[in-house]
């Protein structure tokens, strides 16, 4: 059974400019979480999906949005980049949301310059 | 306020060395979960468990032992027989649910490294 999958890996952008990054999850799973990590803020939550519906928030600007589309892959986009955006981005899949019991990806880290 | 604390930045034993990681939260919930989360050098997190409020038996499995106390609201993960592939960044977390919005909250990690 194949895990999560994450694309791209790594990127670099400017200030300014936008990302999306895209996340596949587990066959089955039908709910995809977004979590930034860095080494100065830790883990934090982005957002949740489930059935093509956000359904759980964390506290980040309107820069920071999602989609998650009828096969269950998700997106995220983060808009006019800032330096402090640079961070590994997780997404996590599981059956059902509000689980906790959640299998990460890889990741993709995002440097901005 | 909901808030998970891992007060041990970095630990590093010798192989087969046992070790224990502290993790003490605050919650206002009187139902909640923990959990534990292994993320190795690849980066990918690793769920190892998860714990509710209401059982605080200790759960073994393998080389890994969890304790549950509510009276100090700690959830302390012991690894026996420490081997070199129990290297990794392990996170505590701890759910929290505020009107419709779940959400987890997570430790800062603690390094575990162990040497050969």
């Known amino acids: 059974k194949a895990g999560v999958t994450q694309t791209p890996r790594y990127l670099i952008k400017t200030r300014g400019q936008q990302v999306t990054l895209s996340c596949s999850p587990i066959?089955?799973?039908?709910?995809v979480s977004w979590y930034q990590q860095t080494p100065g803020q830790g883990l934090q939550f982005l957002f949740e999906?489930?059935?093509?519906?956000?359904?759980n928030k964390g506290n980040f600007p309107g820069r920071f949005s999602g989609r998650q589309f009828s096969n269950s892959r998700s997106e995220m986009n983060v808009s006019t980049l800032e330096l402090g955006d640079s961070a590994l981005y997780l997404c996590?899949?599981?059956?059902?949301?509000?689980?906790?019991?959640?299998?990460f990806g890889e990741g993709s880290r995002l440097t901005v310059l | 306020a909901q808030k998970v604390t891992q007060a041990q930045t970095e630990i590093s034993v010798v192989e087969k060395e046992d070790v224990t990681l502290d993790c003490v939260y605050e919650?206002?919930?009187?139902?909640?979960?923990l959990f534990w989360y292994k993320q190795p050098p690849s980066g990918e997190l690793v769920f190892l468990i998860r714990?509710?409020?209401?059982d605080e038996q200790n759960e073994i499995s393998g080389r890994y032992s969890w304790n549950f106390q509510k009276s100090t609201s700690s959830f302390n993960f012991t690894i026996t027989a420490s081997q070199v592939v129990d290297s990794a960044v392990y996170f505590c977390?701890?759910?929290?649910?505020?009107?419709?919005?779940?959400?987890?909250?997570w430790g800062a990690g603690t390094k575990l490294i162990i040497k050969p």
């Open positions: 714990r509710n409020s209401f």
């Open positions: 919650t206002r919930d009187t139902t909640y979960y």
């Open positions: 996590a899949s599981s059956l059902e949301p509000n689980t906790g019991e959640l299998f």
């Open positions: 977390a701890l759910n929290t649910q505020t009107d419709s919005n779940y959400q987890l909250i």
């Open positions: 066959s089955g799973h039908r709910s």
């Open positions: 999906y489930f059935s093509e519906t956000q359904r």
